[in-house]
């Protein structure tokens, strides 16, 4: 939505953009690491495009 990386790690898995997002919503919710990780991934697909 707001860096691209859910449309870019869903292009890169072979998953839908709302998969992604709900992957990184229950990462937050359980974990507490949706937005690091969120972070992170934004970070990697900056450097590889």
């Known amino acids: 939505m707001i860096l691209g ?3 870019w ?3 890169k898995i ?3 953009e709302k998969q992604v997002r709900l992957l ?3 990462a937050l919710l ?3 690491a ?3 990780l969120y972070l992170m991934l ?3 697909k900056i450097f590889t495009e």
């Open 42 to 44: 934004w970070l990697v």
């Open 5 to 7: 990386v859910s449309a």
């Open 9 to 11: 790690l869903a292009s």
């Open 14 to 16: 072979g998953l839908t």
């Open 34 to 36: 949706g937005i690091g």
């Open 24 to 26: 990184f919503l229950l």
């Open 30 to 32: 359980f974990l507490g």
